[in-house]
């Protein structure tokens, strides 16, 4: 059986299609998400699935698909890419390189066996971080918010001093005092702020929220879980900021 060049949550694409997964996404948010990197179908999906359903947008490129396309992309096409995962394949070794030359983004490897030899080689080779698998995708996770603080990359955004929003996975803050929240919520918000001003649609916030490809949610669900945000956040500023309009989408407005 041919192993398929690219992989997403809900199944198999070409290298054509993979290429319009990350620019549409691009498009369509404005945010970032994490390419995997691997030739075998099952790690792919897999980790595709298990990010989708932690929140986190993700796909996936075959080795030699993503050598051309690291070369290649448009700048903001890389810079829409918090974090690049490789999986355990020949010749790993000269990606992180090509990576590193082109963004700040964190490089992960995942190994299959233990192995100090190869751990300490992908450090020279550049990777930020080695883990051996199985690792589950939280830790996965917790380690490219270590490496971005590390690095210095995460930038808070705010409303007018009030909510700050953080793009390392910790809740936003309201004068200063966090606000727990779920984590669809949490990454509702994200959306909300990074469009701040900007009105964006239903579609638009669920395929942030839950993948562009998964088919096996209703998109309706949005529209409770913004129904909770909206009542977390008046509780704490007294006043609504999401202000919406049937058939035009959400907007956080600017105090």
């Not at 993979?18 to 691997?38: C, P, T, Y």
């Not at 490789?86 to 066996?113: H, W, Y």
Request: hydrophobic share 40%; charged share 30%; aromatic share 8%.
């Amino acid at each position: 059986m041919v192993v398929p060049p690219f992989h997403t949550i809900m199944g198999c694409y070409t290298q054509d299609r993979a290429l319009g997964f990350i620019e549409s996404f691009i498009r369509d948010s404005g945010l970032l998400m994490i390419v995997i990197v691997d030739e075998r179908e099952t790690v792919l999906n897999g980790y595709t699935s298990w990010f989708c359903r932690e929140g986190v947008s993700a796909t996936g490129l075959a080795p030699q698909d993503f050598r051309q396309w690291v070369n290649t992309a448009p700048e903001p096409d890389i810079d829409a890419v918090e974090a690049f995962l490789l999986g355990d394949f020949q010749n790993r070794e000269d990606i992180p390189i090509k990576i590193k030359s082109r963004t700040a983004a964190a490089v992960i490897a995942m190994n299959d066996t233990k192995s100090l030899t190869d751990t300490l080689e992908l450090f020279a080779a550049g990777v930020d971080d080695v883990v051996r698998k199985p690792v589950h995708v939280r830790e996965i996770l917790a380690r490219i918010k270590a490496i971005s603080r590390r690095n210095h990359t995460e930038t808070p955004a705010s409303l007018s001093g009030r909510i700050r929003v953080f793009s390392d996975g910790r809740d936003p803050e309201i004068d200063g005092l966090p606000l727990p929240l779920p984590r669809r919520e949490r990454r509702i918000l994200e959306y909300l702020m990074s469009n701040k001003g900007r009105r964006v649609t239903k579609s638009q916030i669920f395929n942030f929220v839950y993948g562009l490809f998964d088919d096996g949610i209703d998109e309706n669900v949005i529209e409770s879980h913004i129904s909770k945000l909206r009542k977390r956040l008046r509780q704490r500023l007294g006043t609504d900021p999401i202000d919406s309009q049937r058939f035009l989408g959400y907007r956080l407005t600017q105090e």
